[in-house]
Nanobody
C-alpha cells in the first residue's frame, strides 16, 4: 500500500504564496518510478488536474489556469513532490490532492485545503 500525505495548505490573501508538499511512502514503493501530479477540487466542481512532473527526466506540465504562477518539483531522495503557488487568486481556492501514477497503479492523498481570500 502506498501512502501520500499532503501538507502546507491554509488561508492566504490574494496575491500571496503557499508551498504544498506531498510525502510518499509504502512497502515496496519506488518513488522514482512514479509520475507525480497535483489536482484540485473546488466546491461544487469536478476535480481538475493542475500540474505534473515525470518520473525520470522531471519534465513538467501545467494547466493553463496556473501556468506562470505555479511550479511543481520533486526530490527523489526524500520521496517528495512540491507545488509552489505564487500570485494566488480567489479562484485557486480548492482542496489540493497529490497523485502518484505508474502504469496501471494510481494513488491519491487525502488532500489539503487552500483558501485564497481577503
Amino acid at each position: 500500500q502506498v501512502h501520500l500525505v499532503e501538507s502546507g495548505g491554509g488561508l492566504v490573501q490574494p496575491g500571496g504564496s503557499l508551498r504544498l508538499s506531498c510525502v510518499a511512502s509504502g512497502s515496496g514503493f519506488t518513488f522514482d518510478d512514479y509520475g507525480m501530479c497535483w489536482y484540485r477540487q473546488a466546491p461544487g466542481k469536478e476535480r481538475e488536474w493542475v500540474a505534473g512532473i515525470s518520473s525520470a527526466d522531471f519534465l513538467t506540465n501545467y494547466a493553463d489556469s496556473v501556468k506562470g504562477r505555479f511550479a511543481i518539483s520533486r526530490d527523489n531522495d526524500r520521496n517528495t513532490v512540491a507545488l509552489q503557488m505564487n500570485s494566488l487568486k480567489p479562484e485557486d481556492t480548492a482542496v489540493y490532492y497529490c497523485n502518484a501514477r505508474f502504469i496501471r497503479y494510481t494513488y491519491w492523498g487525502q488532500g489539503t485545503q487552500v483558501t485564497v481570500s481577503s
